[in-house]
């Protein structure tokens, strides 16, 4: 990945500053997009860390709010990549609990 610019490393501090004021608060809405899994795509998108994987439709979700959210710059293959096993992920897990016909 090339050397981001400067208006890019302001997108990634805005970005993360965001999530950071709701690190370890617990709200379950339409609107969130953060979490075990969602997070774990961020750090995918950052270069850091290694991927959670959602167990529920709410989880998946803000996997997904997540990469909407991310700086333009920071939706690469492996973000996308990382999303479409989330959602693999998800469907395997509610197929195993019969959420789903199989």
């Not at 167990?55 to 803000?62: E, G, I, K, L, T």
């Not at 293959?77 to 016909?101: C, F, I, N, S, T």
Request: hydrophobic share 40%.
């Amino acid at each position: 990945m090339p050397k981001p610019s400067l208006t890019q490393l302001e997108q990634d501090v805005a970005y993360l500053a965001k999530r950071a004021v709701r690190a370890g608060s617990f709200k379950y809405s339409k609107y969130r997009d953060w979490g075990l899994s969602s997070n774990s795509i961020v750090g995918i998108a950052y270069g850091v860390g290694m991927q959670v994987m959602p167990w529920d439709r709410s989880d998946y979700a803000a996997c997904v709010r997540a990469v909407r959210g991310l700086p333009r710059h920071r939706r690469t293959a492996p973000v996308m990549a990382a999303l479409w096993r989330a959602k693999r992920a998800l469907q395997e897990h509610e197929k195993m609990w019969g959420l789903v016909d199989a």
